[in-house]
């Protein structure tokens, strides 16, 4: 069975200072591994994906995260926080394409002026 | 294409009313999914199915029922409305088959229908 943990369920930056959204997970086997982003009032939008492919993902809107399989952790980064990634960010684990996912509780990043 | 179409988009409910949840999505994937939201608590898994005619029980799928008749359309009913059941619900798709760039990984969401439940 398949499971994210999310820590930090509101994290507080201020505007051009690192973003860090901490996700681990629990796989049985190889993870697939997701990013979705939630903005007020809207559906979920991919940030990006760890598909077995390189370790160190890129995503939209400057979002990176590493997966590192030691630590089962696939934390998200950006180095500077725009007003605008003010959002509820989201973490799921999938075990095979099409399969089902398993999300996170959720991370809701403000973002300081 | 329109992607990932749910309908309607806020609906309230009385206690004890039945309703059904229309999803709807153009790009012939083959899994579909019905989740809800509730505040501190994620998404869950309501109902999937990984196609026509088969449907199978996520992690809290009491009070909901699925039918999958068609590949593109995936309604989720709810018998007889309770205010548990308030929530946003989100209908997703992907594929299980597909080209390269990891496409079919990824699940594709709706904009979700917000329920009120009195």
């Known amino acids: 069975a398949q499971s994210v943990t999310q820590l930090g369920s509101h994290v507080s930056v201020s505007e051009g200072a690192l973003v860090l959204l901490r996700c681990n997970y629990s796989s049985s086997v190889p993870p697939y591994l997701f990013w979705y982003v939630q903005y007020p009032n809207q559906g979920l939008q991919l940030l990006l994906k760890y598909t077995s492919a390189a370790t160190l993902v890129k995503g939209i809107n400057g979002f990176e995260a590493e997966f590192k399989k030691s630590e089962t952790s696939f934390h998200l980064t950006k180095p500077s926080a725009h007003m605008s990634d003010a959002a509820e960010y989201f973490c799921?684990?999938?075990?095979?394409?099409?399969?089902?996912?398993?999300f996170g509780t959720g991370t809701s990043l403000t973002v300081i002026p | 294409n329109a992607g990932v179409t749910q309908t309607p988009k806020f609906q309230v409910l009385k206690t004890g009313q039945s309703m059904t949840l229309q999803c709807a999505q153009d790009m012939n994937h083959e899994y579909m999914s019905w989740y809800r939201q509730d505040p501190g608590m994620g998404l869950r898994l309501i109902h999937y199915s990984v196609g026509a005619g088969i449907t199978d029980q996520g992690e809290v799928p009491n009070g909901y029922n699925v039918s999958r008749s068609t590949t593109e359309d995936f309604p989720l009913r709810l018998l007889s409305a309770a205010p548990s059941q308030t929530s946003v619900y989100f209908c997703a798709s992907s594929s299980t088959a597909g080209t390269s760039g990891g496409a079919r990984y990824e699940q594709y969401f709706g904009p979700g229908t917000r329920l009120t439940v009195t």
């Open positions: 799921a684990v999938s075990d095979r394409p099409g399969n089902q996912f398993y």
